[in-house]
């Protein structure tokens, strides 16, 4: 097993220095939006659309940094800013909103106002802060979220900025995913806010896919990787019939798995050591944004009890989540409400299938144990599944 002394660069927002086989389409987007000073009218939208795992998450942040750049070499002051969220675990045009306020307020639940008022709220900071932005909204997929409030709040601020208030700082949106869910996600808003034609991305050839994983894993582990790590990563992508998201997320979970019986789990890593149907709880109770403890442990009571085993105590529950903000995975929040007045709130920072975890029953209580996970217990959100590094399934 290779030891990854720079794991960082497996993330999945990493945005590698020089994007493979996709120098001309980042190219494209800046040209688009023509930064510093556009010819063309607000908006400046661009969207770029592509199959999974061909790169436009890739192409829109790296074209976003370079527009950055291009802002900072003509001495942009106040300095300029990248906004990015991924919408795919976002709920509706709400989520989002609430995902770019938090930008300004980390502490902000949308949850209880209306979309038009958070949007309102993000407008006036972007106008208060008064620095140029590029903003991203990634994984757009079919079904997805409507982009229609966001993209009209960002053609015309000034119906939700207050009197006396009126423009913005130059704004650039960057739109990414598949075509059919960009062309839904804005069809409400053209043409008065044209974004076609798109920069369309086609899948990877198979030698590309493997020069990006030799490259993210020569990153990775600071030299040149075995070449049967590469092929065999490479052929199974290949067979799946899946692009360069999978295939980094299959070389994540083979840089940063268990190396044998009784491996330590370094958690600046990202390695988590935490029973499966913990995991479960959290995607139950939060479904992919934010939980209160008392629903997680609620919903791992009766896991544990269709499994046949005791549920965790209070103390070691609290335990696993420790685990898991120290990863990085989740934050623990003292919000207002409930019956002593606060409640606590687990927010999640990281998508539960990107986290990396190992099944340890280690610390746990004799009777306590793990047993196979049966189906989807009634009355419970489907949760998401995610494989841990000891190639567990979780459901």
Same mark, same amino acid.
Do not use: K
């Given at each position: 097993?290779?030891?990854?002394? =720079?794991?960082?660069?497996?993330? =999945? ?50 074209? +976003? ?13 106040? $300095? ?27 502490? &902000?639940?949308?949850?209880? &106002? ?45 119906? /939700? ?41 086609? $899948?990877?050839?198979? $030698?590309?896919?493997? +020069? ?71 995607? +139950? ?13 609620? /919903? ?82 489907? +949760? ?12």
């Amino acid at each position: 097993m290779l030891a990854p002394t =720079n794991p960082e660069v497996l993330a =999945n927002d990493w945005v590698p220095p020089v994007p493979l086989a996709r120098e001309r389409e980042v190219l494209e987007v800046v040209r688009r939006l023509d930064p510093p000073r556009p010819s063309a009218d607000r908006p400046w939208i661009v969207g770029v659309v592509g199959p999974a795992g061909s790169g436009t998450s890739t192409v829109a942040r790296r074209a +976003a940094r370079d527009c950055v750049d291009r802002l900072r070499s003509a001495s942009a002051i106040p $300095p300029p800013r990248t906004i990015a969220v991924r919408t795919a675990l976002l709920r509706g045009s709400h989520g989002v909103a609430s995902a770019l306020l938090r930008q300004f307020d980390e502490g &902000f639940d949308g949850r209880g &106002f209306p979309t038009a008022e958070i949007l309102a709220g993000w407008l006036r900071r972007l106008r208060r802060d008064a620095r140029p932005t590029v903003l991203v909204l990634d994984d757009v997929g079919v079904g997805g979220v409507d982009l229609g409030p966001i993209l009209r709040a960002i053609g015309d601020p000034d119906r /939700f900025l207050p009197e006396g208030e009126s423009g913005l700082p130059p704004l650039w949106t960057i739109l990414a995913g598949t075509v059919d869910g960009l062309t839904t996600a804005v069809g409400e808003v053209e043409p008065r806010y044209p974004v076609r034609p798109f920069v369309t991305l086609g $899948p990877y050839a198979e $030698p590309t896919l493997r +020069a990006i994983v030799l490259d993210r894993a020569e990153r990775a582990c600071g030299r040149r990787p075995p070449s049967s790590l590469v092929d065999r990563i490479v052929t199974r992508t290949v067979e799946d019939g899946s692009g360069a998201r999978r295939a980094i997320d299959l070389l994540r979970r083979e840089l940063l798995g268990v190396r044998g019986p009784g491996a330590t789990l370094p958690e600046q890593l990202g390695r988590v050591e935490i029973e499966p149907r913990v995991v479960r709880a959290i995607g +139950a109770a939060s479904q992919g944004v934010s939980a209160c403890l008392g629903d997680v442990r609620r /919903f791992e009571a009766e896991i544990a009890q269709r499994q046949g085993v005791r549920p965790l105590p209070t103390t070691t529950l609290w335990r696993r989540l420790v685990r898991l903000e120290r990863a990085g995975y989740v934050r623990r929040e003292i919000r207002t409400g409930g019956s002593g007045g606060t409640r606590s709130v687990l927010r999640l920072l990281t998508p539960i299938d990107e986290w990396i975890t190992v099944a340890s029953p280690s610390g746990t209580p004799r009777g306590y144990g793990e047993a196979v996970a049966p189906g989807p217990m009634a009355g419970a959100p489907e +949760a998401p599944r995610l494989r841990s590094t000891d190639g567990l399934t979780v459901d």
